[in-house]
Nanobody, 126 residues
Framework: VQLQASGGGLAQAGGSLRLSCAAS????????MGWFRQTPGKERDFVAA????????FYADSVEGRFTISRDDARNTVYLQMDSLKPEDTAVYYC????????????????????WGQGTQVTVSS
């Protein structure tokens, strides 16, 4: 499995960026795809996730209503549309994939993810 993240950059507060995560190496039905972010000296935090089959979405409280996660089956790509950006959104953003359990609740924490892409820097200026 390979995950290739792209789309980071510099934005002003209130602006928008869209991150992409191109997935390859297998079919991803049964997987959950997530975005996490990390700032220096801190843990990698959950941002958003989507189930490849069914398209259920999950968001951290801090981004709910501002960020939208989506997927494109034909392109095997997951997107994170980030609107109304704030300086506190500044971080390195990582995409990740998790093999979902057959039953029970879906949780997306960094230690549960099975595959990681490289990070992409997002910087929001005030």
């Amino acid at each position: 499995v390979q995950l290739q993240a792209s789309g980071g950059g510099l934005a002003q507060a209130g602006g928008s960026l869209r991150l992409s995560c191109a997935a390859s190496g297998r079919t991803f039905g049964g997987y959950g795809m997530g975005w996490f972010r990390q700032t220096p000296g801190k843990e990698r935090d959950f941002v958003a996730a989507i189930t490849w089959s069914g398209g259920s979405t999950f968001y951290a409280d801090s981004v709910e209503g501002r960020f939208t996660i989506s997927r494109d089956d034909a392109r095997n790509t997951v997107y994170l549309q980030m609107d109304s950006l704030k300086p506190e959104d500044t971080a390195v953003y990582y995409c990740a994939a998790r093999i979902l359990p057959r039953s029970g609740s879906f949780y997306f924490t960094a230690n549960l993810m099975n595959y990681w892409g490289q990070g992409t820097q997002v910087t929001v200026s005030s």
